[in-house]
Nanobody, 127 residues
């Protein structure tokens, strides 16, 4: 069974950092783009960032590029989302998602482009 597992969320004070990770089971990340999305209570799901696992090309939502960093560890077969300077408005469930995709400068970033989703990890930022 193809699954994604997001973990590493939690409760943090404003100004703090977290680094959730995304792991795959039933498939390998090679030839995939992995995306991080978030959904805050009462709001639509939005993209945070995505990365081409093969060539490392990345995409960031304009408003989040200075705050979040996506990376992959091929040895551990994980994709990370480093989140710094967290604020209460960053409170959300963070999901990782995957889509099979070749290399190239364009990196998928729309939720409808991704066909495999994890269950999400909750990030809560207290003021």
């Amino acid at each position: 069974e193809v699954q994604l597992q997001a973990s590493g969320g939690g409760l943090v004070q404003a100004g703090g950092s977290l680094r959730p990770s995304c792991a795959a089971s039933g498939f390998a990340f090679d030839d995939y783009v992995i995306g991080w999305f978030r959904q805050a209570p009462g709001l639509k799901r939005e993209v945070v960032s995505s990365i081409n696992y093969n060539d490392g090309n990345t995409y960031y939502a304009d408003s989040l590029e200075d705050q979040f960093t996506i990376s992959r560890d091929k040895g551990k077969k994980l994709v990370y989302l480093q989140m710094d300077s967290l604020q209460p408005e960053d409170t959300a469930i963070y999901y990782c998602a995957a889509v099979r995709y070749g290399s190239g400068p364009y990196v998928p970033r729309e939720d409808w482009q991704f066909h495999t989703w994890g269950q999400g990890t909750l990030v809560t930022v207290s003021s």
